[in-house]
């Protein structure tokens, strides 16, 4: 069972970056395929982005395309959700979460991180 603890969420102004990591525990990276998603109040919990087990392939929804890029390092157990050009709309609470590889399901989710960005 790998577990999952999402960093690096906050405050930043409308049009700034910031970059969330997830660091797993428990086993290794390389047998999932890793995804970001995010929740808003009173909102339902939406992908974001997801990468495959060796980081050579990715997909973006298409509210976050052209400005967030995923990334792995599973030599350091690692995923990275680098958001640039940040909206409103993208406040949120930020989960990361793994899928075995084959799955279709993601079954390991962390404990996510707020981001908010303002106005």
């Known amino acids: 069972q790998v577990q999952l603890v999402e960093s690096g969420g906050g405050l930043v102004q409308a049009g700034g970056s910031l970059r969330l990591s997830c660091a797993a525990s428990?086993?290794?990276?390389?047998?999932?395929?890793m995804g970001w998603f995010r929740q808003a109040p009173g909102k339902e919990r939406d992908f974001v982005a997801h990468i495959s087990w060796n980081g050579d392939s990715t997909y973006y929804a298409d509210s976050v395309k052209g400005r967030f890029t995923i990334s792995r390092d599973n030599a350091k157990n690692t995923v990275d959700l680098k958001m640039n050009s940040l909206k409103p709309e993208d406040t949120a609470v930020y989960y990361c979460a793994a899928r075995v590889v084959g799955s279709s399901r993601y079954t390991n989710w962390g404990q996510g991180t707020q981001v908010t960005v303002s106005s």
């Open positions: 428990g086993r290794t990276l390389s047998s999932y395929i």
